[in-house]
T-cell receptor, first 115, second 117 residues
Framework: GENVEQHPSTLSVQEGDSAVIKCTYSDSASNYFPWYKQELGKGPQLIIDIRSNVGEKKDQRIAVTLNKTAKHFSLHITETQPEDSAVYFCAASNILTGGGNKLTFGTGTQLKVEL | GAVVSQHPSWVICKSGTSVKIECRSLDFQATTMFWYRQFPKQSLMLMATSNEGSKATYEQGVEKDKFLINHASLTLSTLTVTSAHPEDSSFYIC?????????????FGEGSRLTVL
């Protein structure tokens, strides 16, 4: 099965700095890579995703890059703000034809943005 | 985005009792729902995949008689923790895939925190 590793487990940055979280996956058949933000006591919220036919995707201050050859993908947050503080999870899956998206999650990164 | 609602958001029960958690897709139909379990400061672990109108598929190590899953309609899946014990205390989260225009995105509920005394 798929195995997703995520680093670092904790990340502390100053407000306005950039934050980078990295993940590696094991199954070359995986073709969908979402990133989720989870605030304390809440469910995960999708912040950005990327598919295997794309190398990079950007949405305002958030970007994700994918290297299929190396089987790793990264989340980049620029101009960090205190409200970016949360736990971030990467995930990987092989989207099945006709539906069903069984995600394997990384271990999470606690991001703290300090004033 | 689409909304997935879980109820209750938190529940406390006595050891030996059963607890039911509901997961509803409010503005879309979901052929597939997933149930996860999350311990404090840990990742989400998939427990089972629930397909409307059929039996759930459980992940290895998850007791199907302990965690009963029912997906009776395209908008509702339920997880029942039977004969709950303190070690079942956890944060349970569901997610759902849309039927029409499915893009691969999963929508997550807000989670249900179970505490077994």
């Amino acid at each position: 099965g798929e195995n997703v590793e995520q680093h670092p487990s904790t990340l502390s940055v100053q407000e306005g700095d950039s934050a980078v979280i990295k993940c590696t996956y094991s199954d070359s058949a995986s073709n969908y890579f979402p990133w989720y933000k989870q605030e304390l006591g809440k469910g995960p919220q999708l912040i950005i995703d990327i598919r295997s036919n794309v190398g990079e995707k950007k949405d305002q201050r958030i970007a994700v890059t994918l290297n299929k050859t190396a089987k790793h993908f990264s989340l980049h947050i620029t101009e960090t703000q205190p409200e970016d503080s949360a736990v971030y999870f990467c995930a990987a899956s092989n989207i099945l034809t006709g539906g069903g998206n069984k995600l394997t999650f990384g271990t999470g990164t606690q991001l703290k943005v300090e004033l | 985005g689409a909304v997935v609602s879980q109820h209750p958001s938190w529940v406390i029960c006595k050891s030996g009792t059963s607890v039911k958690i509901e997961c509803r897709s409010l503005d879309f139909q979901a052929t597939t729902m997933f149930w996860y379990r999350q311990f404090p400061k840990q990742s989400l672990m998939l427990m089972a995949t629930s397909n409307e109108g059929s039996k759930a598929t459980y992940e290895q190590g998850v007791e199907k008689d302990k965690f009963l899953i029912n997906h009776a309609s395209l908008t509702l899946s339920t997880l029942t923790v039977t004969s709950a014990h303190p070690e079942d205390s956890s944060f349970y989260i569901c997610s759902a895939s849309t039927v029409a225009g499915w893009t691969g995105e999963l929508f997550f509920g807000e989670g249900s925190r179970l505490t077994v005394l």
